[in-house]
């Protein structure tokens, strides 16, 4: 299907999540198996990311997954969506980034967040507060500092064997993120597709603002989002289903559960605070048959002028997520890879 879209990168960010009935190692696995899948139907890069004590998501080291994802597959780029820097010591994020690029050379991203542990036991336990967030910008500097050498935090230390490699970084956009980003010259991740004003707006802010860096000589755009293709409308909009419960369900009770099936869901008796927590979480993604999702994900990608396309699906039937993949790697022509 040639469109609007060639040309657009298409990359896949996969959160772990588990399924009722499934325990986390199982789920830890199947990232790794749709990894192989995504390379072998042309996405360009696979993302994995961070969460701490979360009973639906399985992937609490991005780093250690990213290198499960890297050894099993062979050309599409890997990476980190992302190390939630306030949550660890930059020293420590660029050596585990370091040796990465050193095992796989030349197919490791960095992509970073400015988020902090979900719960204050989290927080607790990780040894961090809040407010370590608003350290990002100064956190992100030393960081990248520790790749040029010339960070200045910490005098005659060096990250080994981080130093001298050029590992591409990415800032996750939340809040002043988008800031963060241009005036330290990094490329951009961020949501959704939906084309809302405040992303338009925080997209054209970004391109303002950049100033060029090492790093990136101008601005780079990846939206990130929710895709669901399948053979109709109705069959594409009920892989929402189990996130969007699982996403109501955390509103309400204050805990993120595993991917429930959703006939199971369908058939519950919500409270109307639910029901409506539900019902907007089904509301705004692409969604469709691969006709449909091409038009949606072209006006996506006029709009904001991305260059990419971070996909971020979950649902419960895992084998039609990988038909969805299927689907929309060839609404959006995507080249396969010999396997």
Request: glycine share 10%.
């Amino acid at each position: 299907m040639s469109t609007f879209l060639d040309g657009i990168r298409f990359s896949v960010l996969d959160r772990s999540r588990t399924r009722d009935g499934e325990d986390a190692p199982q789920a830890l696995r199947a990232t790794v198996a749709l990894a192989r899948e995504v390379e072998a139907l042309g996405y360009h890069r696979f993302w994995v990311s961070e969460h701490h004590g979360v009973p639906g998501v399985a992937g609490s080291a991005p780093t250690v997954l990213a290198a499960a994802v890297a050894a099993a597959t062979s050309t599409i780029r890997v990476g980190t969506g992302g190390v939630m820097l306030p949550n660890h010591r930059p020293l420590v994020v660029a050596e585990q980034v370091g040796v990465l690029e050193s095992l796989f050379p030349g197919r490791i991203d960095m992509g970073i967040g400015r988020s902090v542990g979900f719960t204050d036991g989290v927080r607790r336990a990780l040894g961090r507060e809040k407010d370590e967030a608003d350290r990002f910008g100064e956190q992100l500097a030393e960081l990248l500092g520790w790749f040029t050498g010339e960070q200045t935090a910490h005098p005659r230390v060096h990250a080994r064997p981080a130093e001298g490699l050029r590992v591409p970084p990415f800032v996750l956009a939340t809040g002043e993120g988008a800031g963060i980003a241009a005036a330290a010259g990094l490329p951009l991740v961020i949501g959704d597709l939906r084309g809302q004003d405040r992303l338009l707006k925080s997209v054209d802010a970004y391109r303002a603002a950049f100033r060029p860096s090492p790093w990136a000589e101008e601005p780079y755009v990846v939206v990130a989002g929710t895709v669901a293709v399948a053979g109709t409308e109705a069959e594409a909009r009920r892989l929402l289903v189990p996130e969007a419960w699982s996403l109501a369900y955390s509103r309400t009770r204050g805990e993120f559960p595993p991917l429930a099936a959703p006939d199971r869901i369908e058939g519950l008796r919500m409270t109307e605070k639910q029901r409506g927590f539900y019902e907007a979480g089904l509301d705004g993604h692409v969604h469709g048959t691969e006709e449909q999702v091409a038009g949606a994900l072209e006006r996506a990608v006029k709009e904001t002028g991305a260059q990419e396309v971070l996909v971020t699906t979950s649902t419960y039937d895992r084998a039609a997520l990988s038909e969805s993949y299927r689907r929309l790697a060839r609404a959006a022509g995507l080249t396969p890879r010999p396997v």
